[in-house]
């Protein structure tokens, strides 16, 4: 974290439209037992890469004046390639688009041009006061959305098949 603050001294600002690039490195810290980046690093190096972008385009500023903050509500990652011990790679965040209700990340890790893992991430806003964050009142804040942001319809079908309903869970058919 401290040396994406120092970054974000130094980075161009980007539009919250455009696809932030941030740069990391496998440290050891990162390893699992088979030494490669382990799976639960990808998550956390996800939200270091949506605060570069919100950083950066000043969106966090914004936010933050008026009490609102991001939750991740779902997520779904593929991995495909393994980041292994040293390795350098580059993160690439951009927003997807917005449905009725919630807003939706793509982050992809790769070394070079080759994709290593893939990642959506499904998000609304919060108020510290209480209660969510309306689109038009999002789409106020930043201006408005733009057109090309089309949601594909796997994403919808996705939402609507990881939805939890309220039920409860009954631990006592564990073993």
Same mark, same amino acid.
């Given at each position: 974290?401290?040396?994406?603050?120092?970054?974000?001294?130094?980075?161009?600002?980007? =539009?919250?439209? *455009?696809?932030?690039?941030?740069?990391?490195?496998?440290?050891?810290?990162?390893?699992?037992?088979?030494?490669?980046? +382990? +799976? !639960?690093?990808?998550?956390?190096?996800? *939200?270091?890469?949506?605060?570069?972008?919100?950083?950066?385009?000043?969106?966090? @500023?914004?936010?933050? @004046?008026?009490?609102?903050?991001?939750?991740?509500?779902?997520?779904?990652?593929?991995?495909?390639? =393994?980041? +292994?011990? !040293?390795?350098?790679?580059?993160?690439?965040?951009?927003?997807?688009?917005?449905? *009725?209700?919630?807003?939706?990340?793509?982050?992809?890790?790769? #070394?070079?041009?080759?994709?290593?893992?893939?990642?959506?991430?499904? =998000?609304?806003?919060?108020?510290?006061?209480?209660?969510? #964050?309306?689109?038009?009142?999002?789409?106020?804040?930043?201006?408005?959305?733009?057109?090309?942001?089309?949601?594909?319809?796997?994403?919808?079908?996705?939402? @609507? =098949?990881?939805?939890? +309903? *309220?039920?409860?869970?009954?631990? @006592?058919?564990?073993?």
């Amino acid at each position: 974290m401290l040396l994406l603050r120092l970054r974000w001294l130094r980075a161009g600002r980007i =539009s919250i439209w *455009d696809t932030a690039r941030t740069p990391f490195r496998v440290l050891p810290s990162d390893l699992d037992l088979l030494l490669h980046m +382990n +799976n !639960g690093k990808y998550l956390t190096l996800m *939200d270091l890469g949506r605060m570069d972008l919100m950083v950066r385009s000043g969106m966090w @500023a914004k936010l933050s @004046a008026r009490g609102w903050f991001p939750v991740v509500a779902g997520q779904t990652i593929t991995y495909r390639k =393994s980041l +292994n011990p !040293g390795q350098r790679f580059d993160l690439y965040t951009k927003v997807l688009g917005f449905d *009725d209700k919630w807003g939706y990340v793509e982050q992809t890790f790769c #070394v070079g041009d080759t994709v290593h893992a893939h990642a959506i991430i499904r =998000s609304r806003f919060l108020k510290k006061t209480g209660g969510s #964050v309306e689109h038009d009142e999002l789409e106020e804040m930043v201006g408005e959305f733009p057109g090309h942001l089309e949601l594909p319809g796997w994403l919808r079908d996705w939402t @609507a =098949s990881t939805k939890i +309903n *309220d039920t409860t869970f009954d631990g @006592a058919t564990a073993v």
